[in-house]
């Protein structure tokens, strides 16, 4: 079934914030600014985002409640970094149910593809795919390859191979690593087929270049960016958001 794509979509593009490093990095991300999830959602809402992708406790204390127009996007697996494993595991950590009392417009989750866990993800997400169909609210797939079989993540076999396990596991979004060049982020774009590819975003970099795949991202076919520390770790967030949403639509 397709699902309808306009609840976290404007004409069919799309720009999220993502804000969930704090569980997947730890706080060495943020600053005095930036750590209060309160200032950091106020750019979400600034009308630049599509969605603001949150775990479920940020959800709960901040997002509900608040008044905020940008739609939720519930994260429903994650780990920390503490744990080196070569080959990781995300577990889920809140259920298509919990996310939507938190008014969520779609959900989110992590596939390790290449770990050793990865039947255990797949298995999750196959679950969670089929809860959120029948509530009839879209699931975005983080596909990110990783672990010991996978020596480059960033390899653009490897992520156009990514993308079509997406489809094949039925994601409406991938989320995607950049390949580097149009012409192998246009593959990966093909290889996902009707499932749409959003790019993720990466740790801050100048902004001319963070722009500039931006720019090639789309070309390539993509609907759009979910993108977090380019934008909040910005000395000026909105202007990068404002940027970037010109880039998109
Ligand atoms: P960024 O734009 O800050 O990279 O956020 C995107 C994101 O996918 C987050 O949702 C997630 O916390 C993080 O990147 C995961 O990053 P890593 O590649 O280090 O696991």
Redesign the pocket.
Known sequence: MQIDLNGITKNGKALFL?Y??G???GTTDFDEENVDPEKVLRIADSGFFTGV?LQKGIAEKYYVGGGFKVPLIV?LNGKT?LVKDEDPYSPQVCSVKEALSYGASAVGYTIYIGSEFESKMIEEFGKIEQEAEEAGIPVIA?M?PRGRNVPDESDPKVVAYAARVGLELGADIV?IRYTGDPVSFHWVVESAGKTKVVM????KEEESIFLEKVKVAMTAGAIGV?????VWQAEKPLEVAEKINQLIW
Request: aromatic share 10%; no cysteine.
């Open positions: 993502a969930d490093q569980m997947e990095h992708i994260k970094n983080w990110y989320k993720m975003g990466g740790s979910a993108v977090g520390r380019n």
